[in-house]
Structure formats: C-alpha cells, structure tokens
C-alpha cells in the first residue's frame, strides 16, 4: 500500500461519511482489492490447517488501506463495506475448496482426520453463508448484524453505531439470531 | 418459518435469554400460553444456545484496543475509602489494574493524589514483605519530574494499591502536537525526562513501561514521569515464584514501546529504558512508530520489535501525514545526527545502545549545540542484518511475547471472582479470560501451528491456556460448556505432547495422560447432561484420539477398546434419531476406525464386517442424496478391498472394490472434473487395483496400473507443487513400481524406483511423523533395495569384484532397513513388518556368507 492510495481510502472515507455516494464506488474497488490481497495470504496458510480469523483479516486490511486514525464514523463506514465484502471472498473461497478442504489426507490416511468432527472453531462457512441467506428472509436487520460481528469484528456497542439502533437492541437480536444460526448450522450438517 | 412467525418466537426467545436458567421454564409456560408448537420451536432454540460455545460467533480476542474499551465495565467505587483516602473517580484502566483520582479525607486542603489498585493479590508474608520494601524504596526517589509515591497498602482482601501524586497533564506527544512545539524544544523537553530516568538508574530504579502514556507534562510544561518502577512491584510476586495461576508470571507491557529483551522474557536493565525512551523520541520526532506497515497484531508487533530494523526517523516522516508543509526542512533537520541518536538507543543489542541515559541525553545535548555526537550510523556489517539473523527472535520468542501481553487481562480471576463480590465484573472478567484461554488455544496456537520449531512454543501456550481454563473450571464446576472447553484444551495439548497426526513432541506417555483427562472430563459432561448431543460427539472424538496414540504407543488392545466404545456412543447416536444421516455417515466413520483398528490376523474377518457396515451405511447415505460422503464411500470399498486381500488374499473381490472406489469418482469427475481431490483418490486406487493385479500373478499388468496412477499423480504434483499429499501418493506409488520391478526379476529397474521413492519419502517422513503409509514405504524401499542388490549379486555370469560388491551393498541396505523395519512392527503394518524383519535378517546372515565365500576364494 502506498502513501498516496492510502491518502485516497482517507479521503474517500471522509467524503462517503459526509454523504458523498460517489466517493462509495471509487473507494469499493479499493477496499476490495486489499481485503482480498490480505485474505489471499491467509488463505494460502489456511491450507496447511490455519484457522482463519475474519476480523485479523478485515482490521489488518484497515490497518493497511487507512495509515492514520480515523473518526469513528468513518471507520463504521469502512466496516460495514468490509464486513460484506469479507464475508463474499470467504464464502467464495470456501466454495471452490470444499472439496479439498474435507480431504487433505492421502485415502489410506485420513480416517482419524474424518473421525474428528471439526473443531470447534472451525466454521462451516458454507453453511453459515446459507444460514445468513435464510436468516435474511426472516429478519434482514439481523443477519446484516451478524455480518458486521462476524465478518468484520465489530463489538456490540461498534454494531449499534453501525446500524443504528440501541446497543441494547443489538445484543437481544444477537442471542436470538445466534441461537438460531447455530441451530441452523448443526441442522445443516445433521442433514447432510 | 415465515417472517411473521419468526417475530414472534425472537421476541419470547429473547425475553427467555435474558433470564437466568432456572427462571426460563415458568416465563415460557405463560408466554407460549398453550402454543405447544411456539413452545417446542423456542426450547429447541434456547438448547441450541446453551449449545453454542460461547465464542461461537464471536469476533476474535485481538480486536483493537478501542472496540475493547468500549465494553470495558465501568468502576463503581467512586465515594468509597481506601486507607485515609476517598475515591472520586476511575481516571484510567490497564492491564494493571485501575487508577483512579481521590482526596486525602481528613486533610483540610483536599490534596488530590492517584490511587492505583494494582491487580493480583499478595497471597503469603513474603510476597508483602517484598511488596513494602519496594515501596519504601520507590518512595525514596525524590525529583522533581517524577511523581511521588506517598503511600500504600493492602485493601481487606488483600488487594495491593499504591498512592500516588496527581499529576494533571498531557501526554508528552500530545502536549509537543498540541502546542505545535518546534523539534529543538521537544529535544530539550526530553532531555528533561532523560534527567528524571538517569536520576532512577542511579537509585537502581527501572521503569519498565517507559511510554508517552507515563509521562505527563503540566501545564507550566514540567514533564512528570509516572508508575516509577511499579511493574517491579509485581514482579515481587513473580520473584516468590509460585505456580498459582492466580498470580501471572507474565507482567503486562506495551508492545510498542518494549525492548527485544523485554518482549523475549530476558532480564531487564537500564538499557531496556533507554530502548523505550528511543522509541518515544523517535514519536515525538516523527509522530510515527519505528516498524512500518507492523499491523496492531500483538505478535506481529513483537516479531518487529525482535527482528525488523527500525526505518530512519528522516524518512518515516514521510508517513506523517500532519506537517506536510516543513516536511522537507524536517527531513534535514532529523537526517545524519538525529537519526543516527534515535537508532542508537533503539538497537537490538543491549550493549549497542548507549551506554546510559546520561550518555543519550548528552549526545542530544551536543547535537543542539553543534556539537560532534557519537551516535555513528550502523555499519553495512550490521545494516546487512547479521546480528538480526544470529539473534533471530524463535517463535517461542514471539509466542511468550503473546502469552505476556495476553496476560495483562488475565491476572486475576480467582480474586475478581470469588474475593471482591462484584458480580457483574467478575463475570466480565471471567468470560474475558475464558475468551483468552480459548484464544490462546484456537488462535495463536493455530496461527504457529505449521511454522518450523514451532512445538515448544505451543506447547508453552496450550499449558497456559489449559491453567486458565482449569482454574476457571474450578470456580464453576457445574459449568458443563465451561468442562467442554477444559476438555478440548487437553486434547490439544495431548496433540502438542504426541498427537497422532501433526507435529508432537514424541511424548506419547504425556499425551495419553493428558488425552485420559480429557477423556474422563466429557464422559463427566455426558453423563450429566446425557441428552446432549454435541457433548457425545466430543466423546467420540476423544475415544478417537486416544485411541489412535494407543496405537503409537504400542497397545492395539488398548486402541481396540477405545475404538470399540467410540463406536457403542456412533450407534447410540445413530439408533436414537434414525433418518439423521449425519448420524449415519458419523456412525459409518465408527465402524471404518474399529475395522482399522481391529485389522490383524485374528480379528481381520471381524474387521471386515466393520467395514462392510460402514459400506452399506454410506451407500444409502449417498444414495440419500448425499454428495460429501462420496470419497468416504471409496475409502470404505478400499479399506474393504484392503482386508480382502491383504488377510484372505481375495484378490479379485479385492479388486473389484477398489474398481467401484475408482467408478464413483470418475462418476463424480464428470460433474467436477477440476477437483484434484477426486482425481487424487481416482489414481491412488488405480494404483491399488496394481496391488491386487500384481497378487493375481499378473506382474506386466501391475506395472501398468502402477505407471498409469503414477504419471496421474505426477500431473496432479506438477499441478500444486505444494500439495506435500500427492507428494507423498508419489513417493509410495513410486515404491510400488520399483517392487514390481523387482517381481519381474528387472533389478537395475528396480533400484533406480526404489532408490527415487526412499529419496522424494525421506523428503517428508520427520522423525515422530505419524504417516505410517510413508514410514512402511521407505523402510520397504530399503529392503526391496537390498532384494535386488542381492539380485544382482547372485548374477554368476558377473565379475566377482562387482558380485561382492552388490552382496556388500545389499548388506548396508538390510541393514539402513532395520530400524524403519522394527518401528513398524508397532503400527498397522504390523504382521508384515514382523515377517518382513525375519526375511531381512536372514537374507542379512546370506550376505555375510556369500561375502566371506567369495573373499576366501579370492585368497
């Protein structure tokens, strides 16, 4: 990242939080850009069993687009273009993987990998990605929410400025969308 | 579900979830009000809650500070008294504890002073001992930039908090930026810290956290430094050296400003302040940090502190974007001396750097007067990074740094919990640590999990995150999401010791040991919450593992056993919910690891019913719909196809299964034909259909196969050269041809197969390395190498010298056999390698013979 397109995102940032639409469609590319440049990185690792931290990825792409401090409205702004853009490179990725991602071991190798459930951790992003997608015809509010929490870090009180509305409401909606998506998600993987 | 309908359950669903446990059940009887389907929809919701681990979802622990604070709980002790003092307001929160503003009580002037409650409690009479002589000494330094300490003491219980003056100012970068102050007057600025911190050294105090933060300047621009050697307080805790997870062993710091030898863990010196004071010039110089384009990551941080060469200040002010203006008259103001001071005291040496802070002030001195200074710039030796090389930070160094600054947020949880009574915090700080703990288990450990060297360290991590854990678990011994956690934290660190599939440390005793508490952690969960399904699945898992390291360590029954009650729990799991084909396929993958297990002389018809279960099992999965339990069907027909042939010598049932592997996935190549992963399981079984060709007798035809899913394999390697599995395919089929050869009695052919695969397997069987497949192929090529030297030996149209020859090298190679041969006897191969060692001593005992013949006939 040079200074110079760095000085850009700073710039189109403050010009999109005063209103300025236009200023959204050069900055996207950019943004873009760069979170896939990160993601690309890590996702190289992931092959030899990283797990991925969506949030690392989205803050380390801030941290390189934008070099300075921000007022927090534009960095909101910065957040929620982040957020969806991060969750459709994951999801692509994930995609063109699948297969590979539950393989990985010689035939005659993998039958303690296959017996270990996944750990804990390790999300299924498909099924989350299809989970948020039936989420959304429920309650687009929350599963934009979960976005914002998973894909691009943000806390509870980051989400309620985000989206505006109270923090308080964010929290409840995120138990219940929580719940719901993990049962969806364990459903998902019972059925097939 | 319809829009509508799911309103209506999210709002009782959320009104349930606010509410404590024991109070769900009576507000859901009146607010489901005889809706048995609006009732089931939300309990199975709220049991999917409690389901849920409580990071599911959660953004990671290393958010940036600012998305921290923001959650941070607000202190509530304003009015209350600490000794003869009154609390007015929390002023500032860190890793150490909590400042806050109060005023004397009983003085008539109301002097406001600092009171910072230092976390962490003081546990017996040495600790507070050690904790009043360092106070007495601190209270001792008597300068007029460093704020006193007045005072301190314990709280009832036992809490340590320290009295300080209160300093109302600015930070110093702050107060240069705001008053816009030109380079000389925050040179002389500094050099007026650099006379409070010399005055320290000279009391034998070091700060230790030396950051903008800590040194206030007054209104009337008197810099005041603060927290004077209050970090050494708690290392008093850490000198009395006790392995109460209570109390951590790794003091808070701030990465920024931290010293290479800080961030390693190594002892401190004054040379550690002179580090962080140089970084805090370089900021008040160039308002920009040493390391460039070093994201806010904790490690990555530390990594740049041990490792990176900090940029010239000359040229990092290009970063700043907030003097453009003079950028070009700043940049020949700091070019040659400054830079050269700044990156004098910021070097990775210790010794390299001045000597004192005296000595650094001096040169600063000298350079405002014109004076020649003694900072030089690094040589090209040094520039070159040779010392950084030499010294290069292990990543054990950059895992204890991470441990370090995780480790301010952990202090205390045993104090916060049970001592202090404030439940709301307490709860805060527990589910703080316990985000930790599970970050330090699934993050950071995760993220060094495949860098070389990499075990020690995580190692060290997973036993830190495993204290946390435990004594959390301690405090909530009915948590059973919490004894999840705990389980799952002894199951890594049972992989670390001696996993069966990565990178161990070869302690395979250890990892039992730590894989039989884990064990006996989830049958607990389970019995007490036996509904609960995840929970049963964790069992499996750790049946699983435990399972696979009896195997290492040698006791098959004990392995047997294990895979025997993984399989009773699939079969639980399986009957009570019927048409779950996830269920089906999980119980499938239960048979398959018991048929494993089980496959040997005397269980191997057992071992074949397993997998003719796991077979039909997954056809009807499949047949269900099912696409990804496709590649595990071939593996059920090769493993069946396995048995057949390798115990009953079925070769042609044999074949047929591994030919029905090989038709599911061009059928699914069709479809997918990018999918190397098909492909790859496509070639490997042609190679196995070889097997079983070439054990019809059919020799010329097993060549073919084998050639056919080799020179597959090797476009799929030249596909991905980092796919270290085909890689490995490669080595073993590679192996296989070279024997075929060798059948065919071709052994100049065969030694050069052989001698390919024992070079491109060694590339990747590492000592401790749990691919067995691998392991059995490289000790066969050693055999089969020695077969065919011995081959060619017994070739009596050859010249003696070239006949003894071979006999001497067929010896070297039975002989580099042994070991790989004997090691195999524990693994799955087990009856071969028995047989195989036999074969290889005696032909061992012929070369001997043959060579002492022939050099008695020589004589």
Not at chain 1, 178 to 191: K, M, P, Q, T, Y
Not at chain 2, 502 to 526: F, M, P, Q
Not at chain 2, 665 to 690: C, F, H, K, Y
Request: charged share 25%.
């Amino acid at each position: 990242m040079n200074e110079s397109s760095s000085q850009d995102v700073t710039k189109l940032l403050a010009e999109w939080s005063k209103g300025d639409r236009a200023a959204l469609e050069t900055l996207m590319p950019l943004v873009y850009g760069e979170l896939r440049r990160v993601a690309g990185r890590y996702l190289k690792q992931e092959k030899q069993g990283h797990t991925l931290s969506p949030t690392a990825l989205v803050h380390e792409a801030y941290l390189r687009l934008v070099t300075q401090k921000l007022p927090w409205q534009s960095r909101a702004h910065f957040f929620s273009v982040a957020a969806q853009m991060m969750r459709r490179i994951l999801v692509d990725h994930a995609r063109s993987h699948q297969y590979a991602k539950r393989g990985g071991g010689a035939v005659t190798l993998e039958l303690t990998e296959a017996v270990a459930t996944p750990a804990r951790r390790e999300i299924d992003l498909l099924a989350l990605d299809d989970a948020l997608e039936s989420l959304a015809k429920l309650d687009g509010r929350q599963s934009r929410m979960v976005e914002l929490r998973f894909f691009a870090g943000l806390s509870i009180e980051e989400t309620s400025e985000v989206m505006g509305v109270s923090a308080p409401t964010v929290k409840r909606e995120w138990a219940s969308a929580r719940a719901w998506l993990f049962r969806e998600i364990s459903r998902g993987s019972v059925d097939g | 579900m319809t829009a509508e309908e799911w309103v209506r359950v999210r709002e009782i669903l959320e009104r349930a979830l606010e509410l404590a446990p024991e109070g769900r059940a009576g507000y859901l009887d009146s607010a489901c009000s005889g809706d048995s389907a609006l009732r089931r929809e939300v309990d199975s919701l709220i049991a999917s809650d409690e389901q849920a681990s409580t990071d599911f979802l959660e953004p990671g622990a290393f958010a940036p500070p600012e998305a921290a604070d923001v959650c941070a709980p607000a202190e509530s002790l304003a009015g209350k008294r600490i000794g003869a003092y009154q609390i007015v307001e929390e002023i500032g929160h860190g890793g150490m504890g909590s400042v806050y503003r109060a005023v004397r009580a009983d003085d008539q002037y109301r002097k406001q002073v600092a009171i910072k409650l230092v976390r962490g409690g003081l546990g017996d009479a040495f600790r507070r001992h050690r904790f009043k002589a360092e106070r007495q000494i601190l209270a001792n330094l008597d300068h007029p930039n460093i704020a006193r300490l007045l005072d301190g003491g314990t709280l009832e219980d036992g809490q340590p908090y320290v009295v300080m003056e209160f300093i109302q100012g600015q930070p110093i970068d702050k107060f240069c930026d705001s008053r816009a102050l030109p380079v000389s007057e925050r040179l002389r600025l500094f050099r007026t810290v650099c006379s409070a911190v010399a005055y320290a050294h000279q009391h034998l105090v070091i700060h230790r956290d030396l950051k903008p933060d800590n040194i206030l300047v007054t209104e009337s621009s008197e810099p005041k430094l603060l927290d004077f050697g209050i970090a050494k307080i708690l290392d008093a805790d850490v000198a009395a050296g006790s392995g109460n997870a209570t109390v951590t062993v790794l003091r808070p710091m701030t990465p920024e400003y931290a010293s290479p030898e800080q961030v390693r863990g190594e002892p401190m010196t004054t040379a550690s302040d002179v580090y962080s004071l140089g970084v805090v010039l370089y900021g008040l110089l160039t308002g920009q940090r040493p390391y460039p384009g070093t994201s806010r990551l904790p490690h990555e941080i530390a990594q740049a502190v041990c490792e990176a060469q900090p940029e010239k200040p000359s040229t990092a002010i290009d970063r700043e974007e907030a003097r453009p203006e003079n950028r070009e008259k700043l940049r020949r103001g700091l070019k040659g001396d400054l830079d050269n001071i700044v990156l004098k005291a910021l070097r990775k040496e210790p010794e390299r750097r001045y000597a004192s802070v005296e000595q650094f002030s001096e040169d600063i001195r000298r350079h405002l007067k014109g004076l020649p200074v003694i900072a030089r710039a690094d040589t090209f030796w040094y520039r070159t990074g040779k010392f950084v090389n030499r010294h290069k930070a292990s990543v054990l160094v950059v895992a204890l740094a991470v441990a370090a600054l995780v480790a301010g947020l952990v202090i205390t949880l045993r104090e916060t919990y049970v001592a202090r009574c404030e439940r709301a915090r307490a709860e805060q700080r527990f589910n703080d640590v316990r985000a930790l703990a599970n970050s330090l288990l699934f993050e950071v450990h995760d993220a060094i999990q495949n860098l070389p060297g990499s075990t020690a360290a995580r190692k060290l991590i997973v036993d830190r995150a495993l204290r946390y854990l435990d004594a959390l678990a301690k405090e909530a011994k009915g948590n059973l999401s919490l004894q999840r956690e705990l389980a799952a934290a002894y199951q890594k660190v049972g992989d670390v010791q001696g996993g069966f599939r990565e990178a161990n440390l070869g302690d395979t005793a250890g990892a039992l040991v730590s894989y039989r508490k884990s064990l006996a952690i989830l049958e607990a969960v389970a019995a007490a919450d036996p509904a609960n399904v995840e929970a049963a699945r964790e069992l499996i898992r750790a049946h699983g593992k435990l399972s696979d390291v009896l195997i290492l360590a040698g006791d098959r029954a004990g392995a047997i056993e294990q895979s025997k009650q993984l399989v009773a729990i699939a079969e639980r799991l399986s009957s009570a919910d019927p048409g779950n084909q996830a269920e089906r396929r999980n119980l499938a993958l239960a048979y398959l690891d018991y048929g494993f297990k089980r496959a040997d002389r005397d269980q191997w018809q057992a071992a074949l019913k397993d997998c003719q279960k796991a077979v039909a099992l997954l056809e009807s999965v499949v047949a269900a719909g099912d696409k990804k339990s496709h590649r595990l069907l071939a593996l059920a027909y090769s493993r069946t196809g396995d048995l057949l042939s390798r115990f009953a010598h079925r070769h042609a049932e044999s074949l047929a299964m591994h030919q029905k592997a090989i038709d599911l996935m061009q059928s699914m190549l069709i479809e997918d034909p990018d999918n190397t992963d098909l492909r790859r399981i496509e070639a490997w079984e042609i190679v196995l259909t070889g097997d079983e060709i070439g054990g019809q007798g059919d020799a010329t035809m097993a060549l073919e196969k084998y050639r056919d899913g080799l020179e597959k394999l090797r476009g799929l390697s030249a596909a991905d050269v980092n796919d270290v599995q085909v890689q490995i395919l490669v080595a073993i089929a590679t192996g296989r041809l070279g024997s075929a050869f060798l059948q065919q009695g071709n052994a100049k052919a065969a030694l050069v197969e052989l001698e390919n695969s024992l070079v491109q397997g060694r590339r990747f069987s590492k000592p401790g390395s749990a691919n067995a497949d691998l392991a059995w192929t490289t000790a066969l090529d050693e055999f089969q190498m020695g077969q065919a030297h011995s081959l060619l030996a017994s070739d009596a149209r050859l010249s003696p010298g070239i006949r003894r020859e071979n006999w001497q090298q067929a010896l070297e190679c039975y002989q580099r056999s042994l070991p790989d041969l004997t090691a195999a006897t524990n693994g799955i191969f087990q009856e071969m390698a028995q047989t195989t060692l036999k074969e290889a001593r005696s032909d061992m005992a012929r070369c001997e013979q043959e060579l002492s013949r022939l050099s008695t006939s020589r004589r």
